[in-house]
T-cell receptor, first 116, second 115 residues
Framework: AQKITQTQPGMFVQEKEAVTLDCTYDTSDQSYGLFWYKQPSSGEMIFLIYQGSYDEQNATEGRYSLNFQKARKSANLVISASQLGDSAMYFCAVGDRGSTLGRLYFGRGTQLTVWP | NAGVTQTPKFQVLKTGQSMTLQCAQDMNHNSMYWYRQDPGMGLRLIYYSASEGTTDKGEVPNGYNVSRLNKREFSLRLESAAPSQTSVYFC??????????????FGPGTRLTVL
């Protein structure tokens, strides 16, 4: 099993500023996937961004980028130009290649609050 | 295109009652999953299904059974509900590829309370 650590239970950022949400993981797999999901107060899980462990370039999706440092086993999410609608819980997850399909292991999440 | 749908959205049970949570996806995905989310926790895998006709246990399978009815549908059954099963349940699906790390897309969740 993988262990995913999100050390920031809560983060605050002012609108239009950038924010980094931390994620570290512990895996013995050589090949794996890293994911970030957003969970707004309405409760649904929204996929944000994916990074493969063999990808050399950091993934980007619009205002989201993933700062991937493989040697440190770190996969931080960077949100640029924060918006009020970014206020939500954010989960980091690692995809397992050890079994026959890609199971996901989740961290406990970081609650992001964006203030005007 | 509905994606992943779950029914019901909310449910209250008494201890010992049974119920089935339904999940369906219209994305033609091979793999489907059931997770539970408890307060202050991330999601934990209950059961998963790599393809129609196959199911496997995840991290927290005790007290649950599943059925992969066909490629679209994956149901989760609580035979005798317990207060410890009070949680939010999410169904997800993904297009399994050989790389094994596919993006999972989630349903809206079912909020279950067991009294």
């Amino acid at each position: 099993a993988q262990k995913i650590t999100q050390t920031q239970p809560g983060m605050f950022v002012q609108e239009k500023e950038a924010v980094t949400l931390d994620c570290t993981y512990d895996t013995s797999d050589q090949s794996y996937g890293l994911f970030w999901y957003k969970q707004p107060s309405s409760g649904e899980m929204i996929f944000l961004i994916y990074q493969g462990s063999y990808d050399e370039q950091n993934a980007t999706e619009g205002r989201y980028s993933l700062n991937f440092q493989k040697a440190r086993k770190s996969a931080n999410l960077v949100i640029s130009a924060s918006q009020l609608g970014d206020s939500a819980m954010y989960f980091c997850a690692v995809g397992d290649r050890g079994s026959t399909l890609g199971r996901l292991y989740f961290g406990r999440g970081t609650q992001l609050t964006v203030w005007p | 295109n509905a994606g992943v749908t779950q029914t019901p959205k909310f449910q209250v049970l008494k201890t010992g009652q049974s119920m089935t949570l339904q999940c369906a996806q219209d994305m033609n995905h091979n793999s489907m999953y059931w997770y539970r989310q408890d307060p202050g926790m991330g999601l934990r895998l209950i059961y998963y299904s790599a393809s129609e006709g196959t199911t496997d246990k995840g991290e927290v399978p005790n007290g649950y059974n599943v059925s992969r009815l066909n490629k679209r549908e994956f149901s989760l059954r609580l035979e005798s509900a317990a207060p410890s099963q009070t949680s939010v349940y999410f169904c997800a699906s993904s297009e399994y590829r050989s790389e094994g790390t596919d993006t999972q897309y989630f349903g809206p969740g079912t909020r279950l309370t067991v009294l």
